[in-house]
């Protein structure tokens, strides 16, 4: 069997480098970011699952939730009582608060803590917020359940913890590449202060001023939490460093997390724009004026409304121009495979309802923005649109958004675009309805036909799936999906033949699918994207692993396995099944 699933060792290894040279290349701390657990809040959150507060968790957390709760046996009674007395009182106190409502305060007790192993209480405690004020008592409890049951378990909980983490770098890369890639800017990462201080002269008589610069570092930690309620992203902005606490197996490319490191980007620029804010700060004032008539929860800071009305901006346009980019791309590769001008117009009318649907959906997020305060976001989001054609920095464009405002104009943006916004919420409750909140972007015809293919695959009528798999790559040969597909039929035939030879044949078939899948990938990136299909490379490598496991060749399969893992944990792909797969084999070693 052995002989008849030789493999090369080129192709396994050029894809495993190549699935990694984006992660390689990408340097996130260029960039400000770092993926880093913190372990003042690995411990304040254990002793809240102590203290048997019970919030809806992920996979992983639940795995791990289950692990903290057999090292949690041995906390003494007393100890937990006093534990479950704090949080049973604390939730007296606020009725109507959630358990997931409930941890926020904690967390950001968690971060005025001093480092492991003392997590020490804040010097000037009496100076915080009152909701802080209110649970850090809970600090002693925290520091008396390290020190009695999790000193010892700390650095191996951190592990676990940095492995959730690293699983989430791919879509962090994305999230910073493709902000970065619209503002056309890099964050600031550094402040200098200008200190007065005064000093004496050569004689020690007068008093002369003297200014020494002063350089601080800013950073944006994304923070990986085992024990964070599910869906649920915390963030605090401590003096210059910024934190996303986030759940594992979060996709931060399509999180909130993209808010939070845009407020990073952001706030310098505003910062070093404040002389010119200053001079339409009353027409501002009267806006938000306006709004906090309906909110008065709205803050009445002019300077972050400015802040966030322009991250809502960026968020909600930087979202349409990469949907419309992609939808662009497929609508074009569309019509050129069109044949008559029917048909090639047909394509162009669903682009440009798509195009309409795009803007409705950006009209809808801007109008919850201005809504919620961030009174300038339209204004923004226009300014945007022009900054994106010309391909200028976000830097040094952002002293003549301002000074160019005309606020008189914004008071009446929730009305002109009131009928947009109607049509995004229809076409919302839609999708929920019908698609799980999925959106189709353009549909595309091997797309059509895979699934075609995919519903007589599931009648088990492999023969007539692979006679029209085989066709279509005969018109597509470029499409890595076919070969997968075709990998897939092969490997599915094969569990159902018990003899041994033509088993081994089917699965040689399987094999070369898999491998040419992979080599397509490779060679035939998504122009949408210009990166190779990362779901489609992980897919490819686990499927090509199990069958080298099936083989008996557990060493090459743990090879592959950790080409898989390289990819990363991109959605939908298998990630997963690849760790799992590894821990197995290494174990059998």
Same mark, same amino acid.
């Given at each position: 069997m052995k002989r008849v699933l030789l493999f090369s060792v080129f192709l396994i290894f050029s894809a495993g480098v190549f699935a990694q040279t984006p992660s390689a290349n990408f340097d996130l701390t260029n960039y400000g970011v770092k993926i880093e657990p913190d372990r003042r809040l690995i411990i304040v959150m254990a002793s809240l699952e102590a203290a048997g507060l019970d919030t809806p968790l992920t996979a992983d957390g639940a795995k791990f939730r289950q692990k903290l709760k057999t090292d949690l046996q041995s906390v003494s009674p007393e100890l937990r009582q006093k534990l479950v007395v704090f949080i049973e009182q604390y939730k007296r106190r606020h009725p109507q608060a959630t358990n997931a409502e409930i941890v926020s305060p904690f967390i950001s007790m968690a971060y005025t803590l001093s480092p492991a192993p003392d997590f020490s209480d804040p010097r000037r405690a009496t100076d915080l917020p009152g909701d802080l004020l209110e649970v850090l008592d809970f600090a002693p409890l925290v520091r008396e359940l390290y020190r009695r049951v999790l000193s010892a378990k700390l650095d191996e909980y951190v592990k676990d913890y940095q492995t959730a983490g690293d699983a989430m770098r791919p879509s962090t890369i994305k999230m910073v590449g493709d902000l970065l890639d619209y503002l056309h800017t890099r964050p600031e990462l550094y402040y200098i202060d200008r200190i007065k201080t005064q000093v004496k002269d050569s004689k020690g008589k007068k008093n002369l001023e003297k200014t020494e610069l002063r350089e601080r570092q800013r950073r944006f930690y994304i923070v990986p939490e085992m024990l964070a309620p599910k869906e649920t992203i915390n963030f605090r902005n401590i003096g210059d460093d910024y934190f &996303? %606490?986030?759940?594992?197996?979060? $996709?931060?490319?399509?999180?909130?997390?993209?808010?939070?490191?845009?407020? =990073?980007?952001?706030?310098?620029?505003?910062?070093?724009?404040?002389?010119? %804010?200053?001079?339409?700060?009353?027409?501002?004032?009267v806006l938000l004026d306006e709004r906090r008539k309906s909110n008065p929860d709205i803050s009445p800071d002019v300077f972050l409304t400015v802040s966030r009305s322009l991250v809502a901006a960026i968020d909600a346009r930087q979202i349409e121009f990469e949907k419309t980019r992609i939808a662009t791309a497929q609508a074009r590769r569309k019509i050129d495979q069109m044949k008559t001008e029917k048909d090639k117009l047909a394509v162009s009318d669903e682009l440009k309802k798509f195009k309409t649907a795009l803007a409705n959906e950006t009209a809808l997020q801007l109008s919850e923005a201005y809504e919620k305060g961030s009174v300038l976001s339209f204004y923004f989001a226009d300014q945007l649109k022009g900054l994106v054609d010309s391909g200028f920095d976000i830097a040094g464009s952002l002293r003549d958004f301002i000074l160019a405002l005309d606020a008189t104009k914004e008071t009446n943006r929730l009305a002109q675009f009131a009928e947009a916004k109607k049509s995004a919420l229809a076409a919302r409750e839609e999708r929920r309805k019908n698609s799980g909140n999925q959106e189709i972007v353009i549909d595309n015809p091997v797309t059509k036909k895979l699934l075609e293919i995919d519903q007589i695959t599931k009648t088990k009528n492999y023969a007539e799936a692979e006679k029209k798999l085989v066709q279509l790559v005969g018109e597509y040969p470029n499409e890595a999906r076919v070969y997968y597909s075709m990998? /897939?039929?092969?490997?599915?035939?094969?569990?159902?033949? !018990?003899?041994?030879?033509?088993? $081994?044949?089917l699965l040689v078939k399987a094999k070369k699918a898999y491998e040419n899948a992979v080599l397509t990938t490779q060679k035939y990136p998504d122009p949408t994207t210009r990166r190779p299909d990362?779901?489609?490379?992980?897919?490819?490598?686990? &499927?090509? &692993?199990?069958?080298?496991? =099936? !083989?008996?060749? !557990?060493?090459?399969?743990?090879?592959?396995?950790?080409?898989?893992?390289?990819?990363? $944990?991109?959605?939908?792909?298998?990630?997963?099944?690849?760790?799992?797969?590894?821990? /197995?084999?290494?174990?059998?070693?």
């Open positions: &996303a %606490i986030v759940p594992p197996a979060t $996709n931060l490319s399509v999180s909130e997390v993209r808010r939070a490191y845009l407020q =990073f980007v952001v706030d310098p620029l505003v910062l070093r724009s404040g002389k010119d %804010i200053s001079t339409v700060r009353d027409s501002i004032k990998g /897939r039929i092969a490997s599915l035939s094969a569990e159902g033949i !018990a003899d041994e030879t033509e088993r $081994n044949k990362a779901a489609l490379m992980s897919l490819s490598f686990v &499927a090509l &692993a199990r069958i080298y496991e =099936f !083989a008996g060749d !557990a060493s090459y399969a743990i090879k592959i396995y950790e080409a898989a893992v390289a990819v990363g $944990n991109v959605p939908d792909g298998a990630y997963t099944e690849a760790v799992a797969a590894l821990e /197995r084999l290494l174990k059998e070693q």
